[in-house]
C-alpha cells in the first residue's frame, strides 16, 4: 500500500479520495462510528475498554493496518498530553491552585458579582495552561468553602466555575486535549498545525463574552437548599479547634481575613472561655482558640500549617513522623465508647492515636452542634460520643491495626492525603512554564518539552514520581482510540460521505452556514461520546465539506476544534461532573444554563472564525 497514502500522522493523507476509499469501507467506518457513541455513552464498559475495543475494531476492518490503528498511543501528542497531565500534578501537589484560589477567595468582601468574576477569570486563565478537570478539582474546595462562608450558595458559582475552566481551552493550544489533537489531526491531512496562541485571537474574546454573560445571569440558576448530611462522606465537614502558636502570623488579624487565609470557616473564638463568634472586626489574640470547620482535606492542610496547631496535637511534639497514617474511624452502635469522651476512656494513652477532628452525624446531633460541643466540653478529647460519630485519626500503622482488630471504632478507610510543598510552589510553576513554553515555541518537540518538565519536577521533589505517573490512563487510550477513528474517516472515505449528505446546507447558505451546521453537530455529538471524539469524527466532514465548495479547509478544522469545548448542554464534561453533587444540581439544570450559553458561543464562532481564518 501506498505509504503516506493511508498513514495518518504523515501528512498527504487521500482525505477519502485516494484507491482504499471505498463505499464498504465508508460504511464500516461509520458502523464504528456508532458502537462508539453507544459504548461511550451507556458507560456500562469503562472507558478504557471501550478504547482499546474501538482501536481492535479499527484494525480488524481491514480500514487501517494493525500498526496504524495503535499508532495513536505512542503519537507524540498523547505522550505530551500524558507529560502535561503528569506536571499539573505536579502543580496540585505543590499547592499552586490553592494558594491561588485562597487569594481569590478574599473577593467575597466585596461582594457576589466581583467574587464571581474574580474567580471565574482565574479558573479561566489557568485552564488556558492545565487540565481543566484538575483545575476544577482544586478550586472546588476552596470555592465551597469561600462560598459558605460569603452565605453565596453554592448552585450559584459551582457551574459557570466549570464552564469558566472549559472555556479556559480555547484559549491556548495546551489548554485542552482536544485542541491538541485536532491539530495533529490537522497536520496528517496536510495543514498546518495550530499555533501556540493562534487561538486566542477568538478564544480570549469568547472566554471574556461568556464570563460577563454567567455574572449576570448566575441569578438564574436555581439555589438548592444545602443540608447536612446529603452528601457523601469524602465531602462532609469536620469540626476541631486550632491553637495559634506563639509566632504565628495570625495573631492580631481579623478574623473574617483569617478564614479566607486558612481556606476554611472559622465558626468562632474561645478566649477564656467565653464564645466569641467570628465576625468582622474580631482580632485573633495570643491565647485564643478557633473552632474551625471544614473538609477532611482542607482539616488536613490547615494541620501543615506552621502558623496553627490542631487541638488533637497539642499533646504532640512537632508534625508526625514518616510512619504516621490518617484514617477515618467510625463509632458503632456497640461501641464502649458510646456516652463516654476519648478523655476519659484514656484513648490516647491507651492506643498511642491522636484524634484531629470530629464529625458529628445530624441524626444523632439532637439541636447541638458539634462546636457548640467542643465549646462546651472544652477540647475535642472531652466531647461526648455518640454512635455514628467520625472521627479523623492519625497515629502509627500498627496502632491503626491494633484498632481495627477491637470492636472500639470500625476503621473506614486510609485518608490519601499528601502534604502541600508550597516551598517549592514556585519552582514547580516556573518548570510547567518553561516547559510549556518550549513546547509552544517547538524549541524541541513538544513531547521531549513535557517529559522533561515532567522528569525535572520529579527531580526536583516538586512531585513524587509515583504521583506523577498516577495520571488518567483512560484519557491516553481514549485519545489514541481518537486519532485512529478520525484516521479511518479520513482514509475510508466516511468524511466525504457525511459532507455530501450536508453540502445542500452549503450552497443555500454558502460556508458560513455550512461551518455552523459543522459546529452545531461537534456540540451535539460532544454530549454522547467526547468532545475529543466529536471533532475528529466532524473533522474530516468539514475537510471535504471546504474541498467540495472550493475554500480553504482552516476554517473548518478551527471552527470544530473551538466548537468541542464549547457543550454546555449536559453534565457528561468532566468537570461539569464534579460539581454536579457539591452544587446539588440537576440535569435540567445544564440544559436551561447551558443552552444559551451554547448558542451564544456558537453564534460568535460563526461570526468571527471567517473573519480570522477567511474562506478564500
Not at 336 to 361: D, I, Q, T, Y
Request: hydrophobic content about 50%; glycine content about 10%; charged content about 15%.
Amino acid at each position: 500500500m501506498g505509504a503516506d497514502s493511508r498513514h495518518p500522522w504523515r501528512g498527504g493523507g487521500s482525505g477519502g479520495q485516494g484507491p482504499y476509499a471505498r463505499p464498504m469501507d465508508a460504511a464500516i467506518v461509520l458502523g464504528l462510528v456508532l458502537v462508539a457513541m453507544v459504548l461511550f455513552a451507556i458507560e456500562r464498559v469503562p472507558i478504557e475498554v471501550a478504547s482499546l475495543v474501538l482501536m481492535v475494531l479499527i484494525a480488524l476492518s481491514g480500514v487501517l493496518t494493525p500498526a496504524e490503528a495503535f499508532a495513536g498511543i505512542s503519537n507524540e501528542t498523547v505522550i505530551f498530553i500524558f507529560a502535561l497531565l503528569a506536571m499539573t500534578r505536579g502543580l496540585g501537589s505543590t499547592g499552586v491552585m490553592q494558594i491561588v484560589g485562597r487569594r481569590a477567595a478574599f473577593a467575597t468582601r466585596f461582594g457576589e458579582r466581583t467574587f464571581s468574576t474574580v474567580l471565574f477569570a482565574v479558573v479561566a486563565g489557568f485552564s488556558s495552561i492545565a487540565s481543566n478537570t484538575a483545575v476544577t478539582a482544586a478550586f472546588l474546595p476552596v470555592v465551597s468553602a469561600a462560598a459558605a462562608r460569603a452565605r453565596i450558595p453554592r448552585s450559584r458559582i459551582l457551574l459557570p466555575m466549570a464552564y469558566s475552566s472549559m472555556l479556559g481551552g480555547t484559549i491556548l493550544l495546551f489548554g485542552t486535549s482536544t485542541n491538541l489533537v485536532v491539530s495533529e489531526a490537522m497536520a496528517g491531512m496536510g495543514m498546518r498545525r495550530i499555533g501556540f496562541s493562534e487561538l486566542a485571537v477568538i478564544g480570549l474574546p469568547l472566554t471574556c463574552i461568556a464570563i460577563a454573560w454567567m455574572v449576570f445571569t448566575r441569578g438564574r440558576l436555581p439555589v438548592r437548599k444545602e443540608q447536612r448530611g446529603d452528601e457523601p462522606l469524602a465531602h462532609r465537614k469536620f469540626v476541631t479547634e486550632a491553637v495559634p502558636v506563639a509566632n504565628s502570623r495570625l495573631l492580631g488579624r481579623d478574623v473574617v481575613e483569617a478564614a479566607t487565609d486558612l481556606g476554611l470557616d472559622v465558626i468562632a473564638i474561645v478566649r477564656k472561655q467565653t464564645w466569641i463568634p467570628a465576625e468582622p472586626g474580631v482580632r485573633i489574640g495570643p491565647r485564643d482558640r478557633l473552632i474551625i470547620r471544614g473538609g477532611r482535606h482542607e482539616i488536613l492542610r490547615v494541620k501543615d500549617l506552621r502558623s496553627v496547631i490542631l487541638g488533637g496535637e497539642a499533646q504532640e511534639e512537632g508534625p508526625p513522623g514518616p510512619a504516621t497514617i490518617l484514617v477515618e474511624a467510625f463509632v458503632p452502635p456497640h461501641s464502649p465508647l458510646v456516652g463516654r469522651s476519648l478523655h476519659g476512656f484514656l484513648f490516647r494513652e491507651r492506643l498511642g492515636l491522636a484524634p484531629l477532628a470530629l464529625h458529628r452525624h445530624p441524626t444523632v446531633e439532637l439541636g447541638r452542634s458539634p462546636h457548640e460541643a467542643i465549646f462546651e466540653a472544652r477540647s475535642i478529647e472531652r466531647v461526648r460520643l455518640d454512635a455514628g460519630d467520625v472521627i479523623l485519626l492519625s497515629g502509627p500503622p500498627r496502632r491503626m491495626r491494633g484498632l481495627a482488630q477491637g470492636d472500639l471504632l470500625t476503621i473506614l478507610g486510609t485518608v490519601a492525603y499528601q502534604r502541600p510543598r508550597y516551598r517549592k510552589a514556585g519552582l514547580a510553576l516556573l518548570i510547567f512554564a518553561a516547559a510549556v513554553g518550549a513546547a509552544g515555541a517547538r524549541v524541541v518537540p513538544p513531547a521531549i518539552a513535557g517529559l522533561t518538565g515532567m522528569l525535572a519536577m520529579i527531580a526536583t521533589r516538586c512531585v513524587d514520581a509515583a504521583d506523577a505517573f498516577r495520571v488518567e490512563w483512560r484519557v491516553v487510550l481514549l485519545i489514541g482510540s481518537l486519532l485512529a477513528l478520525g484516521a479511518a474517516m479520513e482514509a475510508s472515505g466516511a468524511g466525504a460521505l457525511v459532507a455530501g449528505a450536508l453540502l445542500p446546507v452549503a450552497e443555500i447558505g454558502g460556508p458560513r452556514a455550512a461551518l455552523f451546521t459543522v459546529m452545531l453537530l461537534t456540540v451535539l455529538l460532544s454530549a454522547p461520546m467526547s468532545n475529543q471524539a466529536a471533532a475528529l469524527v466532524l473533522l474530516p466532514v468539514g475537510v471535504q465539506i471546504a474541498q467540495m465548495l472550493g475554500v480553504d479547509a482552516r476554517p473548518f478544522a478551527i471552527g470544530t476544534c473551538l466548537a468541542a469545548s464549547c457543550s454546555f448542554v449536559t453534565p457528561l464534561e468532566p468537570s461539569a461532573a464534579l460539581v454536579y453533587g457539591p452544587g446539588h444540581y440537576r440535569f435540567s439544570d445544564f440544559v436551561r444554563a447551558g443552552t444559551p450559553l451554547t448558542l451564544l458561543a456558537l453564534v460568535l464562532l460563526t461570526v468571527a472564525v471567517p473573519w480570522f481564518w477567511p474562506f478564500g
